[in-house]
């Protein structure tokens, strides 16, 4: 008989920062066994790990919480980055994807998958037409997961006080695994909540990209499933 996944996704709070900076060192520790030079600097990071205090405070970040209520994985949404994306690609019309870390001991799950599968419903729901990223630029094998998943490549920036700058997009609404949508809420009865899309914090389309929302002027970086 096959077993009832218990994933939920629920926007994180301030205790949730321990695990998340845990996920964010066990990450940092991956990427240097394959060889890429991601988040090889410590004054990066700190600027990244103050930035996501506040993307938490700002209600900006969420996580899913595993059958142990155990923390497996964390995705950010922010603000259009000004050193990317131009007012030729109409910032307005795209919701913008950070910070997808997973656990390693929580990989094979899809949850990666189905974190940007969540986002894309979400950008729907705002009336956007894409989910935008921007990822570390040496990072290839990273720009082949996120292609595999529909993200198209837009163009290589490189302005020389960043390292990330390679961006890509996919259709708001597009989904890669339809069938296994992470549900949002809280557990009842041992069980996650129906997905509800509607009650998740959101922002209609137009006007200044994310309102006032700070820029999030670090690298973003997306892990793989």
Not at 112 to 137: H, K
Not at 158 to 171: I, V
Not at 186 to 203: N, S, Y
């Amino acid at each position: 008989m096959k077993s009832v996944r218990t994933e939920y996704l629920r926007p994180a709070a301030a205790e949730d920062v321990p695990a998340l900076l845990a996920l964010r060192a066990e990450a940092e520790g991956w990427l240097r066994t394959k060889g890429t030079d991601q988040w090889s600097d410590p004054e990066t990071g700190e600027r990244a790990i103050s930035k996501w205090r506040a993307s938490i405070d700002e209600g900006r970040a969420w996580v899913v919480i595993g059958r142990r209520d155990q923390v497996l994985a964390t995705v950010s949404r922010g603000p259009v980055d000004r050193d990317f994306w131009k007012d030729a690609d109409r910032p307005e019309l795209a919701l913008y994807l950070y910070k997808l870390i997973v656990a390693r001991d929580a990989s094979g799950r899809q949850l990666g998958t189905r974190l940007v599968d969540w986002m894309s419903r979400l950008a729907a729901l705002e009336g956007r037409t894409w989910v935008r990223i921007d990822t570390w630029r040496t990072n290839v094998g990273l720009h082949a997961y996120y292609e595999r998943l529909g993200f198209q490549h837009v163009r290589t920036e490189a302005p020389p006080h960043r390292r990330s700058g390679w961006l890509a997009q996919r259709r708001a609404g597009e989904l890669a695994l339809p069938d296994n949508l992470l549900p949002v809420g809280a557990h009842e009865g041992g069980r996650a909540g129906t997905a509800k899309l509607e009650d998740v914090p959101h922002q209609r389309a137009g006007g200044d990209a994310d309102g006032d929302l700070a820029s999030d002027n670090n690298t973003s970086h997306h892990e793989t499933d």
